[in-house]
């Protein structure tokens, strides 16, 4: 078991005159209380390290408690009582180690006491259309979702009856539209349904009527309809091929959460569906099925009993179809778009996303200038536009390493499509510059230099580009600014819309101070070091999320590293699976830590795809780069960091090149903390054994700052730790996993090395003053007011 020297809080050495003697804790609603908060339960962390203590006690309690066997007196009883009170304490003292082992053993699994997350979150994976329930209003789980697993087993009835083109076939007698010929991604949309034949909808078509138990379902493409996809015709026909599917009553919910219509109980249900904002589908066409549902006797069956549950099967009956929804672009616009940096300061990498098939031969590129006006007509302006050509990847879900991640079905995996990557080249320093990508389909294009009519194009963007290192101010003589902070998450995610929330103060904070900087300074990067999307398994919440931080990383670089919910597997990596390089199934399982399956069969496959970082390390994993006066080091909590492993040496390498004139200020990111005050007994122990492997490396380089997450709440520890004691010469700690999944709710231990806590959403700013002044501060999401700050001076 690890070794803790803070964790005895009967050692006067946790009493250090030289530690802060008051903690402070935020309560998340604008005030802050001592550490004794009715807002945040206190008491003494337990470790096994106290077992010494343990056998000292139950020692103490064995030579005391003997037999009484003469006739009692007075003394004697107080003595006997006084016994009774040391057995019960020292039962106390048993059970309560027993029932930690016992409830660290319950919540761990797989090779090497790898477990599940222990914070007993709320996840909900959100549907591609944001589906909720029908009592609670909560989103639809996904992953666990009742009606795609019936209509994985349902018998499909009266599928050739809808014409290709939309036309009602088979004499039906409902017919399904939306309200526009032709949409774009983001575009509201509203369906409607409606009765089309004789008499009234209680006729119906052999009892099938349109009521709450009906069900509409999403299919893209449409079918026989052409595509650009690998999807063929008998695919595109399957009615268990949708993209999405809800019951009436589940639309009425959703509706009914979004605002978009009045809880009227003397209203009839609605016939239409307002979707306020289209998908991101990367497909040309799409259509809406409207299915109705009855379960019946199972006639295949011949021991078939009408009194057996068993003996019935669920009957879709298809009543209408929309027919071709087109989509503007659908497959060649990009999308998801956002911008990395290199280990070269006069470069700029740009990710994004279209549909297509991987086999056609096909050419991401951006065209870019410092003039915007060049973009308008590149094809007049060579000389002062460039352009640049890149590369194409995608993945499947053969490439994942256990399911969920690894089922092609609804909910589960689908294709991400065509991913891409092209770099600005030779960038000036400190320039505005301005960029647009598309995709070259060299089969069309008659000429290298004449390709204008041959792409769609995405919007035009901006950027700044890098500062070198070294250089202490921006080219207008304002000081390096970014944003940090993990755990974000969709909208629905976690209990509510928290992660587009901080995304949406991170967009404005982008975009005020570009305003306010008239194109110059302003917030130059912002890094995520773990838990992006927690689309673990459900991979459309990739382009969802994607899709939600575009609306900066287009103008800013994201530059991300993985948490346990990118990487986190037990089994189906290994050699050539595994895209870090582990070589074991598992990935990494220490006996001591808590690493299990958290990322669904994922096991960082999608992150590393998705995301091109410096290549100076380990892809995504592990890297470096320098910007201005600080070094940043991205590190993986989620591999092997002992002295001697891979990732050790790497980062002792990189350590002992750092230029401290260049780039005096050293910040170390990765996704879990070293140090912690939740009272989570199998994370403290992560922590503890995180100090053990690499703290001390740290020390002897004189990292300045330690950034995490993977806790949903803020913490910041005293100036100067280390091995838990206040200035002894390490680093400030600070835990911001506050992007928007659901916050900690635990106790909270008292630590004489805690000096800030806080339970809300927001996010962290760096502005580096000088070679010799760093503030840090935390910004709440709620007023954008700032909740803490601290200046770290050199």
């Not at 083109?165 to 399904?176: H, S, V």
């Not at 008499?199 to 026989?224: F, H, M, W």
């Not at 007049?380 to 993945?395: D, E, I, P, R």
């Not at 000081?479 to 629905?492: E, H, I, K, M, R």
Request: proline content about 4%; glycine content about 8%.
């Amino acid at each position: 078991t690890a070794q803790d020297d803070d964790y005895d809080d009967h050692s006067s050495s946790n009493r250090s005159s030289s530690s802060p003697s008051l903690s402070s804790y935020h309560n998340g609603s604008g005030s802050t209380t001592h550490a004794t908060s009715q807002h945040y339960q206190q008491r003494d962390g337990t470790n096994p390290q106290k077992s010494a203590c343990k056998r000292r006690r139950l020692h103490f309690l064995m030579k005391y408690f003997q037999p009484i066997t003469s006739t009692p007196t007075n003394s004697t009883r107080f003595l006997f009582l006084l016994r009774g009170c040391f057995v019960l304490l020292g039962l106390f003292t048993i059970s309560r180690h027993v029932v930690q082992i016992i409830w660290y053993s319950n919540t761990t699994s797989g090779g090497g006491g790898g477990g599940v997350e222990q914070h007993h979150h709320f996840h909900s994976w959100p549907t591609v259309l944001s589906i909720r329930n029908n009592a609670t209003a909560d989103y639809v789980n996904a992953l666990d979702n009742f009606l795609y697993d019936e209509m994985k087993v349902a018998t499909f009835v009266n599928v050739d009856d809808a014409d290709a083109d939309g036309t009602q076939g088979g004499g039906m007698k409902y017919n399904i539209k939306i309200d526009k010929d032709m949409i774009e991604f983001h575009d509201n949309i509203t369906v409607s349904w409606n009765f089309n034949g004789a008499g009234n909808d209680k006729d119906g078509l052999k009892g099938d009527l349109v009521d709450t138990d009906s069900v509409i379902a999403l299919y893209c493409p449409a079918a026989g309809t052409a595509t650009t996809t690998a999807t063929t015709t008998k695919e595109q026909f399957n009615p268990k091929n949708f993209i999405d599917a809800a019951t009436i009553s589940q639309i009425q919910s959703t509706m009914l959460a979004q605002n978009l219509i009045t809880d009227d109980l003397n209203d009839k249900i609605k016939k239409y569906w307002k979707i306020p904002s289209f998908p991101v589908i990367k497909e040309d066409t799409c259509e809406f099925r409207l299915w109705s549902r009855r379960h019946t006797m199972d006639t295949t069956n011949a021991n078939a009993n009408a009194n057996d549950g068993n003996s019935h099967i669920m009957v879709y009956n298809l009543l209408a179809t929309t027919g071709p929804i087109h989509i503007k672009n659908g497959s060649t616009i990009p999308t998801t778009i956002h911008l990395a940096l290199t280990t070269n300061n006069h470069e700029m990498l740009v990710h994004f996303s279209t549909g297509g098939n991987e086999n056609v031969n096909q050419i991401p590129m951006v065209v870019y200038s410092a003039i915007k006006e060049d973009l308008d007509n590149h094809n007049n302006n060579m000389t002062s536009c460039q352009f640049n050509f890149g590369s194409t990847t995608t993945y499947h879900a053969s490439d994942m390493c256990h399911s969920p991640a690894n089922l092609q079905e609804p909910g589960k995996f689908s294709s991400p499509h065509l991913l891409h990557s092209v770099t600005m080249v030779n960038l000036e320093a400190d320039v505005r510059y301005y960029y647009k990508v598309g995709l070259l389909d060299r089969s069309q294009a008659k000429n290298m230099l004449d390709f204008e009519n041959d792409i769609v194009w995405s919007d035009v963007y901006s950027f700044q580009s890098a500062m070198p290192a070294g250089v202490d101010q921006t080219r207008d003589g304002k000081p390096l600014t970014f944003l940090v902070y993990a755990d974000q998450g969709v909208s629905g995610y976690g209990n509510g819309d928290d992660g587009d929330r901080v995304a949406t103060y991170t967009q404005r904070e982008v975009e005020d101070r570009e305003e306010e900087e008239e194109g110059g300074a302003g917030i130059r990067m912002v890094h995520h070091f773990g838990d992006l999307s927690y689309a673990q398994g459900a991979s459309h919440m990739w382009d969802i999320w994607l899709d939600m931080v575009s609306r900066f990383a287009t103008s800013v670089p994201l530059m991300v590293g993985v948490g346990n919910h990118e990487y986190d597997h037990v089994t189906g990596g290994g050699i050539g699976k595994d895209p870090s390089g582990v070589i074991t199934p598992g990935g990494y399982n220490p006996k001591w830590g808590n690493y299990g399956s958290d990322s669904n069969g994922e096991c960082g496959v999608p992150t590393s795809i998705r995301f091109i970082m410096p290549a100076n390390g380990n892809g995504v994993y592990w890297y470096s780069y320098d910007y201005g006066l600080v070094h940043t080091i991205m590190l993986s909590t989620e591999h092997d960091i002992s002295p001697g492993s891979e990732q050790y040496l790497w980062l002792e390498m990189d350590l002992s090149a750092v230029n401290r004139t260049l780039t005096p200020w050293v910040i170390l990111e990765t996704h879990r903390p070293m140090y912690m005050i939740e009272d989570i007994a199998p994370n403290t122990q992560v922590g503890i054994h995180l100090r053990q492997n690499f703290e001390e490396l740290l020390h002897r380089y004189n990292v300045d700052l330690y950034l995490a997450g993977h806790y949903h709440a803020y913490f910041r520890s005293c100036p100067g730790l280390y091995k838990s004691r206040c200035k002894n010469g390490g680093m400030t700690h600070i835990t911001i996993g506050t992007a928007g999944a659901e916050l900690d709710s635990v106790p909270l231990l008292r630590k004489p090395w805690s000096a800030f806590f806080s339970a809300e959403w927001g996010y962290g700013r760096i502005t580096v003053a000088n070679a010799t002044a760093l503030l840090f501060e935390f910004v709440s999401d709620q007023d954008g007011s700032t909740k803490d700050s601290t200046w770290l001076l050199k």
